[in-house]
């Protein structure tokens, strides 16, 4: 794919084409406007378009605000087939608990496919149960319902609907942690804008598996491509982590398997 590189300061038709895609998707809140002006809000958008979606190769777009020839191809394939991973999601070994809950209830969600109906709307008869109104960013709410029906209330006594703020609460009740992920926990992404402060948008999900050397993890999340999906993120992307356990009194886990999960042949079947 031919496209230039567009960047904060960008201007022309192929800005305006990028608004339009995100316009169509969702994206900006109602607020976005297409006016082939690349300006903070737009980088924001590109942003959080980029933490949802993956490569034509399936690993995870580099989230840093630029559309580039992944991005572009991203924003020409925004769901359906080109967004599927084909993985063959296991809970690894040695995880336990409510860890083990989690990741099950999570999972079945994946097993049914929920997505959204139509895609870009945040919305569908399979979202709906998660909470929220038409138009919201989903991701939060689908691990808040997911916490709520593992563990049979919200940990911190209610549910979020923003990452940012989730984090905050999470943080301020001592359940986070910036690094030494561990399947179940919640992972949190939180972006910055051009002057490196964090803009209070982000992503989350949990935490599947976990690769040998701790740089990559397999995740369970919502709202990506439009769906509940399994996926494969480098831990650089990652903000910090929730541990809902620990204060629990439950047990860490011990001599759990690490290693990532392998995608089935159908991923030979797909435009990737």
Request: aromatic share 12%.
């Amino acid at each position: 794919m031919s496209k230039p590189l567009l960047r904060l300061g960008s201007s022309g038709e192929d800005v305006l084409e990028v608004e339009r895609i995100l316009i169509d998707q969702g994206y900006g809140f109602g607020e976005l406007i297409d006016d082939g002006d690349f300006d903070e809000f737009l980088e924001d958008c590109v942003t959080y378009f980029q933490m949802t979606h993956v490569k034509e190769d399936g690993e995870a777009l580099d989230v840093d605000g630029v559309v580039g020839n992944d991005t572009w191809w991203a924003l020409y394939n925004h769901s359906g087939a080109p967004q599927r991973n084909y993985y063959e999601p296991y809970i690894p070994q040695g995880i336990g608990g409510n860890r083990e809950v989690i990741l099950k209830l999570a999972l079945a969600e994946h097993g049914i496919g929920v997505k959204e109906e139509p895609n870009g709307s945040n919305w569908g008869d399979g979202v709906i149960k998660y909470g929220g109104q038409p138009g919201w960013a989903w991701c939060c709410l689908f691990a808040s319902w997911v916490i709520k029906h593992a563990m049979t209330g919200y940990p911190l006594g209610k549910r979020f609907a923003s990452c940012y703020r989730n984090w905050q609460a999470a943080n301020e009740a001592g359940f986070t942690k910036r690094g030494n992920p561990i399947p179940g926990d919640q992972f949190i992404m939180l972006y910055t804008n051009s002057k490196g402060h964090l803009n209070g948008k982000g992503h989350t999900g949990f935490v599947l598996a976990v690769s040998e050397d701790g740089e990559w993890i397999n995740t369970i999340e919502g709202n990506a491509g439009n769906r509940v999906k399994v996926g494969k993120r480098p831990t650089s992307q990652i903000y910090g982590y929730i541990d809902w356990y620990g204060r629990m009194n439950e047990d860490l886990p011990v001599d759990w398997k690490r290693g990532l999960v392998g995608a089935s042949s159908t991923a030979a079947d797909t435009t990737r």
